[in-house]
Every structure is written in structure tokens, then in C-alpha cells.
């Protein structure tokens, strides 16, 4: 008896699957009651699942896609870009200042002294992405940027540059953003919650790059900053290029000497001038990181 019910297959499931539902409730039967949004799969009615009151329901939805898609990817870390949507590459932007009036003729001048950040991140971007898979198959130091054009275009570009898959987390905003084409497009997320964004911007990095930016960088970057020095998240390379920028337009000193923030949370980040010295610094972090702990550092 034993043998016979070891040699029996049983089913691994016995309810139909959701998708199976869905097909079935297509049945082209007319009636008040089909025609009714009351009949329609809870799953299946937009109008329900828009409601106000089932905004925790797409929170969990909104946070759990992307999860299963880069976990699917066999994504283990992330080396996450911040930086301008404004910075255009080097020969774009030569052609702003060409045909800048007088007016603007300023800002575009310093658009092209900012435009080698461009090409610093793209650098950047084709060194983590050379990373080797680890022994489970996974990949780390996968390059991960908002999407969309200038700052977070060159780090998708440099990953293409050497073959590599990079992630686009977009975010739906009033006016079009279509994410850049260089972003692999099975790794390539629209958000309409910027919580839940940032928050799959961090749960898988190990390295994060911030270049000149504005407000959304500065937003990320400092949400970044509170949650090493509140002890949230263990640290990690924080690289801020182009120390000029950031000194002009942050006086870091000021908080310390104003005793908002100790000398020793300047040491969360770090000033950086290239893409070779960035890099550097995230492998040095992480050689000290495993001389101190033998266990692996992602």
C-alpha cells in the first residue's frame, strides 16, 4: 500500500488559478447583473482598486512588483545613481550654449561645465557593471537610476555600453517622462507612490553615486544621509562628485559648527572627482568591510 501511494501523483493544486478565473468570468453572457460593476473580479475593477480607501492595497502591490521582478532577475545589490534630469552630455550641451540668447547664456555656460558629470557617470556605470555574479547566480552592484534623461540616462548608457542590464525606477509626474532607452525594459518600473520608489532604491544598495543635482536629489541623497546617521541602515559608499558643487550650494561645515549634525556625520559621504576614484572608494569600503567580517559583503 505503502509503494502504490508513493507511486501516486498527487496534484499540487486543486483551486484554479487567478488567471484561469479571469479568462472564465469573460463569458459574453449579458444580464443586469454582469453588466453590474458589482459582478466584476475584485482584481479586475479599476474603479475599485483606484478607491480611496484601497491606497494601503497599492502600496503593498506598488512595493511587492518590483520586489518580485528583481528578485526573478536574480538582482542582489544595486549601485544606485542620483543626480540631474538637467545635465545634458557634453556635445547637447555645447549646443544649448550655441544658441543661448544673453539671458540664459549664463545658466547654459554652467550646464557645460557640469555636462562632464555625464560622461562620469557613464564611466562609472560600465566599472560596477563588470562586477562578477556571485557563486548563487546573483548580481551585484547592478546599476539602478530613476529612469529617466541627463544623470540617470548616462548610467543606464554606460551599463549598455558593456552589455550589462541596468534598472529604471520612473515615477509618474504631471508632465511625460518616458524612461531612457537605455534602460533594460524588463527592469524598467513606473511609481506613482515616491515612497515606495526611494524605498526600492535603497533595499538593495551598496553603493550610491549623487551627482549635481536639484530638489529630487537633494531629497533622496538626504533621506540616504538621515538613515546612516540614525543608524536605520548600515552604511554604505555614499559618493558626492564634484566637490565644488556640493560645497557651494550645502555648507556641511555650517551644520557642524551650527550643532545640528557632529564632524563625524560628514563621514557618512564622501567627495569624489572621477569615475576611477569613485569606484576605488567603494572597493576599498568593501576589502576593509571583509578584513573586519569574513562574511561575504552583499
Given at each position: ?15 484554479p ?77 555645447q ?68 552589455h ?11 508632465h ?76 556641511f ?10 564632524e ?35
Amino acid at each position: 500500500m505503502a509503494a502504490e501511494m508513493t507511486e501516486t501523483r498527487v496534484p499540487s493544486r486543486v483551486f484554479p488559478r487567478a488567471r484561469q478565473d479571469a479568462e472564465s468570468a469573460k463569458t459574453g453572457i449579458s444580464t443586469p447583473q454582469t453588466e453590474n460593476p458589482a459582478y466584476k473580479l475584485a482584481f479586475q475593477d479599476m474603479d475599485f482598486l483606484l478607491r480611496e480607501d484601497l491606497r494601503p492595497v497599492r502600496f503593498q502591490l506598488e512595493l511587492l512588483k518590483t520586489e518580485l521582478l528583481l528578485e526573478e532577475a536574480h538582482i542582489g545589490s544595486t549601485f544606485v545613481f542620483y543626480g540631474s534630469a538637467r545635465i545634458p552630455e557634453p556635445a547637447k550641451a555645447q549646443a544649448m550654449l550655441d544658441m543661448a540668447d544673453e539671458a540664459h547664456r549664463p545658466v547654459a555656460e554652467r550646464l557645460v561645465a557640469k555636462s562632464k558629470f555625464y560622461d562620469m557617470a557613464r564611466e562609472l556605470a560600465r566599472l560596477a557593471s563588470n562586477f562578477p555574479r556571485d557563486e548563487q547566480g546573483q548580481r551585484h552592484f547592478v546599476v539602478c537610476s530613476g529612469g529617466g534623461p541627463s544623470i540617470m540616462e548616462a548610467a543606464n548608457r554606460g551599463a549598455a555600453d558593456v552589455h550589462a542590464e541596468s534598472i529604471g525606477l520612473n515615477i509618474v509626474l504631471p508632465h511625460e517622462q518616458a524612461p531612457n532607452p537605455y534602460v533594460t525594459p524588463s527592469l524598467s518600473m513606473q511609481f506613482h507612490y515616491f515612497a515606495l520608489r526611494k524605498m526600492h532604491f535603497l533595499l538593495r544598495a551598496r553603493a550610491l553615486a549623487a551627482f549635481p543635482g536639484g530638489f529630487g536629489t537633494f531629497d533622496e541623497l538626504f533621506e540616504l544621509l538621515t538613515l546612516i546617521q540614525t543608524g536605520k541602515v548600515a552604511p554604505i559608499p555614499v559618493l558626492l562628485f564634484g566637490r565644488e558643487f556640493w560645497e557651494r550650494v550645502i555648507n556641511f561645515e555650517a551644520l557642524v559648527e551650527e550643532g545640528v549634525v557632529s564632524e563625524r556625520d560628514l563621514d557618512i559621504f564622501t567627495y569624489v572627482e572621477t569615475a576611477a576614484e569613485g569606484w576605488a572608494v567603494v572597493q576599498r569600503f568593501y576589502q576593509e568591510r571583509a578584513q573586519k567580517d569574513p562574511a561575504p559583503p552583499v
